[in-house]
C-alpha cells in the first residue's frame, strides 16, 4: 500500500474513534418548576441566554413539572421561568459546564426564599389566573343557559364577568350573542329593539379591544340587520369576510339575505356571486341568487323571460341538494321558465330506468 493512502486509512479509522468535538463543551441543565401550591407546572417555559455569547435556549416542562437538556454550550446563563407569556422568576449567573449537569429549580411557594419583588409577581400571576378561571367557568355557565333558552340569566352572568375584567373582547362577544338571541326571541317590540341595541354596544366593545374578531364582525352585522340600518350591516359583514378568508362565503351569503330582505335584487345577485366565488360548494346561495334573477323576470306572451344564468342557478343548487329543502321549489321554478332540470350542468336529469 502506498504511504499517501496508508496514512488516509489511518486518519479516517482514527476520526471513527474520536469523540465529536462539540461534544466536549456541552453541559447540561435539569430542574423542576412548582407553583404556590408546590405543584408541578407543566408546560411552563425555561429561557436560557448567556449575554456573553449571544446563545438562546428554550425548554418546556413536563406533566410533572420537570425539564432537563445535555446540549447547552458553556458559558454563564440567565434562566428565566416564563408562564403564560409573564416573567415569575429568574436566576442571573448559573454556570453551564462541560460534562456538568447544573440543577436549576424553580419554588414559587412563599416559603421558596423569594425576593419581594418575584412573590409580587407571583402572586400577582396566580391572581390573574384565578380571575380568567373565573371568566372560563362564567362563559361555560352562560352557553349552557343560552343553550336551554334562558338569555335573560345569561345576560347577567355575563354582565357581571364584564364587570370582573372589562378587558377580555371575549366576554363582550359572548354577552353580545346573548343579547342577540333574547331579542330574536322577545315579543315585545320595545324590548327586542333595546336588546338589539345594547347587543350592538357589546360587540362594539368587543371589536375596539381585537379589531380583528370576525365573528364578532359577523355578530354585530346581523344585529345591525334585524334593526334595519342595512348599510352598516354590509360593512360590517364585509369587515367578517376580510378578517376570516376561509368562511367568507357565509359572510357573502348573509350579506346577499339581508338585500333580498330589503329588496335590493342587483346587490343581492353580486352578494351571492360573491359568496359563490368564496364557497363554490354553497347550495344555498345558488337557489336565492336564482330567486333574486327570477324575481327580474318579465313576460312575452304567455313565456316567462329571465335574466341569463337564472335556470343555472337553480340548476347548480339540484346539482349540490338533489334532495334539499328548496329542491321541489327550483324544479318548479325551471318549470316555470321552460328549463329543464338537471343535476349537472349540460347533462338533463333522465326518469327512464335502464
Known amino acids: 500500500m502506498k504511504k499517501s493512502s496508508y496514512i488516509l486509512a ?19 441543565i435539569r430542574g423542576t418548576v ?30 410533572n413539572g420537570e425539564y432537563r437538556s445535555t446540549a447547552v454550550y458553556y458559558g454563564t446563563y440567565k434562566v428565566t421561568l416564563v408562564q403564560n407569556g409573564n416573567v415569575i422568576d429568574e436566576r442571573n449567573n ?27 409577581k407571583v402572586e400577582a400571576q396566580k391572581k390573574q389566573n384565578e380571575k380568567i378561571k373565573g371568566l372560563n367557568a362564567s362563559l361555560t355557565q352562560a352557553k349552557e343557559f343560552e343553550g336551554a333558552g334562558n338569555y335573560d340569566q345569561a345576560i347577567t352572568v355575563l354582565t357581571q364577568a364584564t364587570q370582573v375584567d372589562p378587558s377580555q373582547d371575549l366576554v363582550w362577544g359572548y354577552l353580545g350573542d346573548a343579547q342577540r338571541g333574547a331579542a330574536a326571541h322577545a315579543s315585545d317590540a320595545q324590548a327586542k329593539s333595546k336588546l338589539y341595541a345594547d347587543s350592538i354596544e357589546s360587540y362594539q366593545k368587543a371589536l375596539a379591544l381585537k379589531p380583528t374578531g370576525a365573528a364578532y364582525h359577523a355578530g354585530l352585522a346581523d344585529a345591525y340587520a334585524r334593526s334595519g340600518q342595512t348599510d352598516k350591516a354590509v360593512q360590517e359583514y364585509a369587515a367578517a369576510a376580510q378578517n376570516d378568508p376561509t368562511n367568507a362565503g357565509a359572510y357573502y351569503y348573509n350579506e346577499g339575505v339581508v338585500f333580498t330582505n330589503t329588496n335590493k335584487t342587483d346587490e343581492a345577485i353580486a352578494a351571492f356571486d360573491k359568496a359563490i366565488q368564496a364557497d363554490p360548494n354553497r347550495a344555498d346561495a345558488y337557489y336565492l341568487k336564482g330567486q333574486a334573477m327570477i324575481s327580474k323576470g318579465t ?52 326518469s327512464s330506468k335502464k
Open 94 to 120: 448559573v454556570p453551564i459546564n462541560p460534562g456538568e449537569e447544573r440543577p436549576v429549580d424553580f419554588n414559587l411557594a412563599p416559603t421558596s426564599g423569594l425576593t419581594p419583588e418575584q412573590q409580587q
Open 34 to 63: 412548582k407553583d404556590a401550591d408546590g405543584k408541578p407546572i407543566a408546560g411552563a417555559t425555561i429561557r436560557l441566554y448567556d449575554s456573553q455569547t449571544g446563545r438562546k435556549y428554550e425548554l418546556k416542562t413536563n406533566n
Open 299 to 350: 313576460t312575452k306572451g304567455d313565456k316567462m323571460v329571465v335574466p341569463d344564468g337564472t335556470a343555472e342557478a337553480f340548476q347548480k343548487y339540484l346539482e349540490l341538494q338533489p334532495n334539499g329543502k328548496y329542491a321541489d321549489v327550483a324544479k318548479q321554478m325551471l318549470a316555470a321558465i321552460g328549463a329543464p332540470v338537471q343535476t349537472t350542468f349540460g347533462k338533463s336529469k333522465s
Open 10 to 28: 489511518l486518519l479516517f479509522a482514527i476520526s471513527l474513534c474520536a469523540a465529536p468535538l462539540w461534544g466536549q463543551f456541552e453541559g447540561g
